[in-house]
């Protein structure tokens, strides 16, 4: 089973300043990574699949990175309502799984 | 606009059973794959089922393979997941999740349903 760690587990920043998140994976999985967005009591919106594409309906402030083992999501101007929890996943093998999050607090 | 809507969660003991159903629309249903994803309280994402868009591949996690199973009824735009010999540590909120990409599988979650809460108590 692939591993995703992401770090840090909480980044606190403001509003206006960029956020940088990261996901390493225990193998390579090639691009085969997304990620997603999670609110208190909401399901998970995905956000960037194929490492860099935006999904549908998502902001130009958020972007990502990285291939192999090394992923990063940015937000290059935090907004408030951006303030969540964020997943990474991984399709390059069975079984899929998820990173344990990264919570972004207001500072 | 694409839904998805979980249903039949609830309070089971322990070796007991549990039918979940995830009713679709928006979309053509019959044309994409399905995921089951489930959240314990407080605590990350967890995939646990696929089943292709025609029902011909199903895949699980190992730690519920022998005891889900995950069936799909395309006339009536609907999802399952047959929950058997259940244990504490199955409980969590599950959620329904339409795979990305039509016909040919992505395994990326877009959209996901609301949830429904499976809560495995004695």
């Known amino acids: 089973e692939i591993v995703l760690t992401q770090s840090p587990a909480t980044l606190s920043l403001s509003p206006g300043e960029r956020a940088t998140l990261s996901c390493r994976a225990s193998q390579s999985v090639s691009s085969y990574l997304a990620w997603y967005q999670q609110k208190p009591g909401q399901a998970p919106r995905l956000l960037i699949y194929d490492a860099s594409n935006r999904a549908t309906g998502i902001p130009g402030r958020f972007s990502g990175s990285g291939s192999g083992t090394d992923f990063t999501l940015t937000i290059s101007s935090l907004e408030p309502e951006d303030f969540a929890v964020y997943y990474c996943q991984q399709r390059s093998n069975w079984p899929i799984t998820f990173g344990q999050g990264t919570r972004l607090e207001i500072k | 606009q694409v839904q998805l809507v979980e249903s039949g969660g609830g309070v089971v003991q322990p070796g007991g059973s549990l039918r979940l159903s995830c009713a679709a629309s928006?979309?053509?249903?019959?044309?994409?794959?399905i995921h089951w994803v489930r959240q314990a309280p407080g605590k990350g994402l967890e995939w646990v089922a696929f089943i292709r868009y025609d029902g011909s591949y199903k895949y699980y996690r190992d730690s519920v393979k022998g005891r889900f199973t995950i069936s799909r009824d395309n006339s009536k735009n609907t999802l399952y997941l047959q929950m058997s010999s259940l244990r504490v540590e199955d409980t969590a909120v599950y959620y329904c999740?339409?795979?990305?990409?039509?016909?040919?599988?992505?395994?990326?979650?877009?959209?996901w349903g609301q949830g429904t809460l499976v809560t495995v108590s004695s």
């Open positions: 928006g979309f053509t249903f019959s044309s994409y794959g």
């Open positions: 999740a339409k795979d990305h990409g039509s016909t040919v599988t992505n395994n990326w979650f877009d959209p």
